[in-house]
């Protein structure tokens, strides 16, 4: 029960190793530099804030495909079967550092996430079908009132694929790293001076409805801002927060198309979109219907998914991740061929994903993973080695 951008960047890492062209993560692991069993995770703490930090590093074993837990040594734990209504999961809590201090861990080789909260440890339960997992959307989720985050990482026999992730929410600010066999090392996810009350400040002051996906204590502490998704679900933004887009989008493909080269490459490989009536079909070179969609909503467009669904495959996966990036950054109207990789032209539109616009304004490089398929053009928060050394995380002040 991962975000649905995490499953996707997870079959992504597996279409790179095997040469489908569909991402660029990274260099396959040389021959003879073997991945260890576990590599150390530094966890540092520099919020400058004093309540106790509370680690899980949760997933998906790679050797067997069993979920658990990994405990600070590395060692892999399976969980117990789960019950209807959801039981009590084994406590996975790993004592962090203080302010100020950093300690080590060992990452063992899974598909999964590294949670930390502050103050107090998280509540996850296990139904019949697996791990319950933080829902803060739902005001009776139970770790709703918990200041936490997490990161998402693959460790596997081709390398280290970790990330920061704000596909959720954007909460307690941290950047993730990895040390190159050179010694030197890879860093992203901070923000900038200032950035973290910034982007309160300014998804504040946007009109619309946009406010309304911060989240505060009764104490004042603010929690998280919620994606927008997750915000049409509780009821904190207009679900037809994207339609005067939608609309001319539509009007403007009925008379003229749209060209999407979704890899890289392979720029010969296109594909043309035209719209008629409530569907934009997609021809290949030679004419011939390929894939159809629907006319998308807010959710479906700040979700990729539903009517933008993109499987795992060769011509809609690719096709989707591609428009689904072109309509969060509101460049469908102002480039007909995509995918459009210049960060210039993104979010220019009044009617945008003024969420992940403003995440990108403060981060330190530019890079987040501010909705789904922010990886389309390289935009996201990633980094990535064939031979890791060391992993890190590092939790940054609050401003």
Not at 209 to 225: E, F, N
Not at 255 to 263: A, G, H, I, K, R
Not at 279 to 285: E, L, R
Not at 332 to 344: F, G, I, K, R, W
């Amino acid at each position: 029960m991962f975000a649905k951008k995490w499953k996707l960047l997870v079959s992504l890492i597996s279409a790179a190793v095997i040469g489908t062209g569909l991402a660029t993560i990274g260099p396959i692991a040389p021959a003879g530099a073997a991945i260890p069993a576990t590599i150390p995770l530094t966890f540092t703490n520099n919020s400058g804030r004093g309540e106790q930090i509370y680690i899980y590093n949760l997933g998906t074993q790679l050797s067997t495909g069993r979920q658990g837990w990994a405990d600070a040594n590395g060692t892999f734990h399976a969980w117990p079967g789960g019950a209807n209504p959801p039981a009590p999961a084994p406590d996975a809590a790993i004592t962090g550092p203080a302010n100020g201090k950093s300690m080590t861990l060992r990452m063992p080789k899974f598909s999964g996430r590294v949670y930390f909260s502050y103050g107090q440890k998280l509540v996850f339960k296990l139904a019949l079908g697996g791990l319950v997992q933080p829902a803060v959307q739902n005001p009776s989720d139970p770790n709703h009132n918990i200041l936490f985050n997490w990161s998402e990482y693959t460790l596997n026999d081709s390398g280290l694929w970790i990330n920061s992730t704000q596909v959720d929410m954007f909460s307690a600010p941290y950047a993730v790293g990895v040390k190159l066999p050179n010694g030197s090392t890879k860093s992203t996810g901070h923000l900038k001076p200032g950035g973290y009350n910034g982007f309160y400040s300014a998804l504040r002051g946007q009109p619309g409805g946009w406010a309304h996906l911060i989240q505060t204590r009764a104490d004042g502490t603010v929690l998280r801002a919620l994606a927008p998704g997750h915000g049409i679900e509780s009821g904190a933004l207009p679900a037809t927060v994207m339609n005067d887009y939608i609309n001319r989008v539509w009007s403007k493909y009925a008379s003229s198309t749209l060209t999407v080269t979704p890899f890289a490459d392979q720029p010969n490989t296109k594909y043309f979109g035209k719209v008629s009536g409530n569907v934009m079909n997609f021809t290949n070179s030679s004419g011939a219907v390929v894939t159809t969609f629907q006319k998308p909503d807010a959710d479906s467009i700040f979700g990729c998914y539903k009517l933008l669904d993109a499987p795992n495959d060769l011509v809609r996966g690719p096709i989707s991740r591609t428009l689904c990036a072109a309509y969060n950054r509101s460049t469908l109207l102002v480039n007909a061929n995509q995918p459009d990789t210049s960060s210039a032209s993104f979010y220019q539109d009044a009617v945008t994903n003024h969420f992940a616009r403003k995440i990108h304004a403060q981060m330190a490089d530019g890079k987040a993973y501010a909705f789904a398929f922010d990886d389309v053009g390289n935009h996201e928060s990633l980094v990535n080695d064939s031979n890791p050394q060391q992993a890190y995380i590092t939790l940054d002040p609050f401003n």
